[in-house]
Structures are given as C-alpha cells and as structure tokens.
C-alpha cells in the first residue's frame, strides 16, 4: 500500500536508498549512475526510482530540505518498504577550519539544534550516530578512490538564515560541517533498528564567505557520488 507521501508499490524500492535533497538530483542520479532506473514516486514532485548499479538494485530519492522533510520520508522508507540502509547525499557548508572548498565530509555523529529527539521522551540528551556499518565502507570506498575527505561530527540545523550567527561556537567544538538533514535521518534509522550515513560536498564556507559555482560542485559530486554507490555495493 502507498503511503501519504509515497506511490510505490511494495517491493519497487531497493533494500539501499540513496537520498539527495533535491528530487531533481535523484532524477540526475538515476539517469547517469543507474542501470535501467524506474521512477516509483512523483507524489509532491519528490521523485523516487530504482535500477541498478553493477548489478546490484539500488534506489534513490529526494528528501526535501530540512529535518521535518527527511524525518517523513525516511521514516515511510525504513518502516513502510522496508529499506534497511539510507545513504544521504548533500551539501554543506565548512564549519572546521581544515575543511575545504569541495571536500567530502562524512558525518560520523550529526549535533542538532532541532527538537527531533524529544518524541522519544529520553532522559538525557541523544547522540544521533551514523552506523557503522555503511560509516565504515563509506570510509574504505574513499580511501580506494583517493578522495579529500573527512570524517566526523557534522551540525543538522533547523535554520539556514539564522540570526544567532553560531557557527563559530560549533567550530570550537570541533563540527566539521553544516547542513539540515542528518540528525532526523539518524535518529529515525536507530529508532526502525535500521542503518543510515551522510555524505556530504562542501558547497560553501559561512565563516569565510567562499561558495563553488554549481559547475565547480561537479567533480566533488562525483567524488561523492560514487563513494556512495561503492557503499551500498559492499552493504549489500
Ligand atoms: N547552511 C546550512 N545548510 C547548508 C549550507 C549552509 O551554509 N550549505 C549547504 N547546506
């Protein structure tokens, strides 16, 4: 049965997810990196398809952009078609001094400042965490690829124009990058018991007022892109 938000058919998704925020990116994706892609969603335009990569089925779809967007999507995903891994693929805005212009930020742990987690009634504060088992083929598929690319805690941000201007506190904390999705996509995975990591392309430096040009993003893309398929083929 489809979901609210979701027309495929049970079984027409893929047990590996890829998931760009912008569902013209997923229709990109599909149409440059997979074999034979089928498009199983256009409900909102939030376009989703399966094909293969190597052999091996593999889906992608949009999230939108922001937390209560991927928390949706995601959740349908790992609880309603049983997918058992989400990879996101994004952008993001350096944060650490070390991060570069078009690097690879993979996000070991996701610092939020969304209330997300407070549905689960904890009594503490939650780490939302990357599993490890796509975190440690994410990192084995870079280093085969000889990319630039670190590894760490990235900042899920409810608010992209923020008028409280704190990224230098995250920088003292040693966050690497900042973006809007990982942490709702963490915590959903370790809720469902399933598996999920983001990959991220530094797009921009807030704090040094540097962006690429779309152009520019292409190569780092790829970069990304594919460290990811290398990921859902060794999870597989
Ligand atoms: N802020 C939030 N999300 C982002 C940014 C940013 O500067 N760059 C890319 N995604």
């Known amino acids: ?8 058919e049970k079984g027409s998704i893929a047990k590996t997810v890829l998931m760009p925020g912008d569902p013209l990116r997923a229709k ?3 149409e440059n990196y997979l074999d034979s ?3 199983y969603n256009e409900v909102r335009g939030m376009l989703g398809y399966t094909g293969t990569y190597k052999g091996i089925p593999v889906s992608v779809q949009g999230s939108g952009m922001g937390m209560p967007s991927i928390g949706i999507y995601s959740w349908e995903l790992f609880n309603e078609y049983g997918v058992e891994n989400i990879i996101r693929v994004g952008t993001a805005g350096a944060i650490a001094d070390n991060v570069e212009l078009r690097d690879v930020v993979i996000g070991m742990s996701a610092s939020t400042n969304s209330a997300y ?3 689960y009634r904890l009594p503490g504060t939650y780490a939302p965490t ?3 088992s796509l975190l440690s083929a994410a990192v084995r598929s870079a280093e085969e690829k000889n990319a630039a690319f ?3 805690n990235i900042f899920s941000s409810d608010t992209f124009y923020d008028d409280a201007d704190s990224l230098a ?3 003292k904390m040693g966050v690497l990058a900042i973006e809007m999705e990982a942490a709702a996509l963490y ?5 469902a018991g399933k598996n999920a990591l983001c990959i991220l392309t530094v797009s921009d430096c807030p704090l040094r007022g540097l962006s690429t040009s779309a152009e520019e993003r292409q190569t780092t893309f790829r970069d990304m892109m594919e460290i990811a398929l290398e990921t859902a083929i060794k999870v597989n």
């Open 150 to 152: 670190h590894v760490g």
């Open 117 to 119: 987690a407070s549905q």
């Open 130 to 132: 990357a599993s490890w």
């Open 1 to 8: 049965m489809p979901t609210p938000h979701n027309n495929a």
């Open 37 to 39: 892609p089928i498009c």
């Open 187 to 191: 915590m959903n995975a370790a809720r």
């Open 169 to 171: 506190q995250w920088q």
């Open 28 to 30: 990109f994706i599909a």
